[in-house]
């Protein structure tokens, strides 16, 4: 049984249905002759030609052995029967009657029109050699008195039988004909088909299917053209790249549908701009390309940047839901900047990330420094996942001093990265790229991990009677899965969760999404302890203190430093440390590398503190010997 779902190839459909017209065109003819024969039976016995009757009507009876050929499915078969069938009754008539002047060789012709429609070349050249045989053995008894054929006087029945003779040729003629004009009807329709689908073909091929605007190759194309005409008149050509900023947020809230409506959106927006479609290109994901042709200045496409960062700006509407979304703009110039497209759009993609970092929203053009930066960046990424398989991380630990005892009261643990070619890599430049790169989830795990196994060794020494502190990117919070990481790395190492302090910044919490509380809630009740790091730095609110149940705010560097300084940064630890003790958190500050500084923390009521004062971040092997060292001059 044929599944109805499959489709069938359109040459194998087409085989087929000339197949069935042949067949039909079989039975068809085959009834027209067999009422021929009938009549003209008729018409023979009136006349007294009792035999040559009687041969029609065998033969007409005899025809119907190919409707049982038909039914065996057999179409050849059958049309050979027929064919050679009239054949043969026309020879006979012809050889018994009057020879090559008989009325009845009028069949021949229809017989070979019969081949030419229904059968094939081999039935057709058999058919006319028999019919040739016929006439030359015909021809060569009579020439040598061997036997004589009779001319009959011509009358009525001799016109009638002729008649009906071309009508059947007639009708058969017709019918040739008839599918003939339906053949090249059915191929033009065709070849429309073929014409309509290769164009459609070329245009997917070249075009981008969600928007309909011009792909990487039709763009290829487009520079061509543009920048040929561009260096001929001797003019610039700008390329503007498009990034769009928030687009995979709004796919994760709303779903791929309501992005692909933006990305629909922005494509109209941008030909409504451009006002030619060669000009605007969907590069790829949430990126597009701008061509600026005829331009004089950088100024002219500064312009243009400006109008396209408004006009991509402008707020989008899904299901009654307003949605805002902007864009980056990076911008290449050709020739400048480069005379192959490929060149250009890698350098506008440069001037994109860049104008990203620099806050998104806005654009830049691209400048050689830009591209060493990058290249940097990318050198430092790549290395970074180097530096993973090949254990160049380490963790050193900062100690923290209770203020008011002077003793030990926890453990920061910071990352480090020795480069074997770079040396020593400062956290501040490859922090920020591990976030921008999503490396930061292997290193944030990496962390939480060895400081867990290093920990519990310390815990195992005895050494160990306060928590050990990993700093928490919100990168690491948003995919979800930080909780599991956790207790799956305490269970693992077997520390007690006590013994553990997750630093949290303040930009993760005023985030406030029912998993964030979740996670935390979770976190909090195995008895893991929760601090805020660089208090006072960010969206500092006192909601989210009491919300997720944090023990303590740690006082951002920056403010202590300054804190002798006439620049109010005291008043502002004050205020922290006060909002502390007010609402039962401890306060930890950061940075301090003097004595003064110490005193001066003490009398504000601080509760902790870490600093170069006390100590540096030190490997893990020098820990227990500080301690040590720390609890004896302690005593």
């Known amino acids: 049984m044929n599944n109805p779902g499959r489709s069938v190839p359109p040459t194998i459909s087409s085989q087929q249905n000339f197949t069935r017209q042949k067949i039909k065109r079989l039975v068809q003819i085959l009834r027209i002759t067999q009422i021929a024969l009938l009549l003209v039976s008729i018409m023979t016995i009136s006349a007294g030609r009792y035999s040559d009757s009687i041969t029609m009507m065998a033969t007409g009876i005899f025809l119907f052995s190919v409707d049982w050929a038909i039914y065996k499915k057999h179409p050849v078969t059958a049309t050979a029967i027929f064919l050679c069938s009239l054949t043969l009754m026309l020879s006979y008539l012809a050889w018994t009657g009057s020879g090559i002047r008989d009325s009845a060789l009028l069949g021949y012709c229809g017989v070979l029109i019969f081949a030419a429609m229904l059968g094939n070349k081999r039935l057709l050249v058999v058919l006319l050699c028999i019919m040739v045989l016929m006439l030359m053995s015909i021809?060569?008894?009579?020439?040598?008195?061997?036997?004589?054929?009779?001319?009959?006087?011509?009358?009525?029945?001799?016109?009638?039988?002729?008649?009906?003779?071309?009508?059947?040729?007639?009708?058969?003629?017709?019918?040739?004909?008839?599918?003939?004009?339906?053949?090249?009807?059915?191929?033009?329709?065709?070849?429309?088909?073929?014409?309509?689908?290769?164009?459609?073909?070329?245009?997917?091929?070249?075009?981008?299917?969600?928007?309909?605007?011009?792909?990487?190759?039709?763009?290829?194309?487009?520079?061509?053209?543009?920048?040929?005409?561009?260096?001929?008149?001797?003019?610039?050509?700008?390329?503007?790249?498009?990034?769009?900023?928030?687009?995979?947020?709004?796919?994760?809230?709303?779903?791929?549908?309501?992005?692909?409506?933006?990305?629909?959106?922005?494509?109209?927006?941008?030909?409504?701009?451009?006002?030619?479609?060669?000009?605007?290109?969907?590069?790829?994901?949430?990126?597009?390309?701008?061509?600026?042709?005829?331009?004089?200045?950088?100024?002219?496409?500064?312009?243009?940047?400006?109008?396209?960062?408004?006009?991509?700006?402008?707020?989008?509407?899904?299901?009654?839901?307003?949605?805002?979304?902007?864009?980056?703009?990076?911008?290449?110039?050709?020739?400048?900047?480069?005379?192959?497209?490929?060149?250009?759009?890698?350098?506008?993609?440069?001037?994109?990330?860049?104008?990203?970092?620099?806050?998104?929203?806005?654009?830049?053009?691209?400048?050689?420094?830009?591209?060493?930066?990058?290249?940097?960046?990318?050198?430092?990424?790549?290395?970074?996942?180097?530096?993973?398989?090949?254990?160049?991380?380490?963790?050193?630990?900062?100690?923290?001093?209770n203020l008011q005892t002077n003793e030990i009261c926890g453990l920061e643990a910071l990352l480090r990265w020795h480069h074997p070619e770079q040396g020593y890599i400062s956290p501040a430049t490859f922090i920020p790229l591990a976030e921008s790169s999503g490396l930061i989830i292997q290193l944030g795990e990496w962390v939480i991990i060895e400081a867990c196994e290093q920990a519990k060794r310390w815990y195992d020494q005895g050494l160990l009677e306060f928590a050990v502190a990993v700093n928490i990117s919100s990168i690491q919070f948003k995919r979800g899965n930080i909780d599991t990481i956790v207790l799956g790395s305490l269970a693992a190492s077997g520390l007690p969760p006590q013994y553990l302090e997750l630093e949290l910044t303040e930009s993760l919490l005023i985030e406030d999404s029912e998993r964030l509380s979740t996670t935390l809630s979770a976190l909090r009740a195995e008895g893991v302890h929760l601090s805020i790091d660089d208090f006072g730095t960010g969206y500092s609110n006192l909601g989210y203190l009491k919300k997720f149940e944090v023990e303590a705010l740690k006082i951002d560097q920056s403010f202590v430093r300054k804190m002798d300084d006439q620049t109010g940064d005291a008043a502002i630890v004050r205020a922290i440390i006060q909002m502390s003790a007010s609402l039962g958190l401890k306060t930890i500050a950061e940075g301090v590398e003097d004595a003064s500084t110490a005193a001066l923390l003490r009398s504000l009521g601080c509760t902790q503190a870490q600093g170069y004062y006390w100590a540096r971040p030190m490997p893990a092997d020098e820990v227990p010997g500080f301690i040590e060292f720390w609890r004896k001059d302690q005593e």
């Open 139 to 401: 021809a060569y008894v009579n020439d040598y008195g061997i036997h004589q054929n009779t001319i009959e006087p011509i009358n009525l029945i001799t016109g009638s039988i002729t008649v009906v003779i071309l009508i059947v040729i007639g009708i058969a003629v017709w019918m040739l004909a008839h599918d003939y004009r339906s053949a090249l009807d059915e191929l033009a329709r065709e070849n429309e088909r073929v014409k309509n689908a290769k164009t459609h073909i070329e245009h997917m091929a070249m075009h981008d299917p969600l928007t309909g605007l011009c792909n990487r190759m039709m763009a290829q194309r487009n520079f061509d053209n543009l920048f040929r005409d561009a260096r001929a008149r001797q003019n610039l050509l700008g390329i503007i790249f498009i990034d769009l900023d928030n687009l995979k947020p709004i796919n994760d809230s709303l779903g791929h549908q309501a992005g692909d409506q933006i990305l629909k959106e922005v494509a109209l927006r941008l030909l409504s701009y451009t006002k030619d479609a060669d000009r605007v290109c969907r590069y790829g994901g949430d990126e597009f390309i701008v061509f600026m042709p005829h331009i004089q200045t950088a100024e002219q496409v500064s312009q243009a940047s400006l109008e396209i960062l408004q006009l991509v700006s402008e707020n989008y509407l899904y299901r009654n839901i307003e949605i805002f979304c902007t864009c980056s703009i990076g911008i290449a110039l050709a020739p400048q900047d480069g005379d192959d497209l490929d060149t250009l759009i890698k350098k506008a993609d440069i001037a994109m990330y860049h104008s990203k970092d620099s806050g998104r929203n806005s654009f830049r053009f691209f400048n050689p420094a830009i591209s060493r930066n990058m290249l940097e960046h990318i050198s430092l990424i790549s290395g970074m996942r180097k530096a993973l398989q090949e254990n160049q991380f380490s963790l050193h630990y900062q100690p923290k001093i």
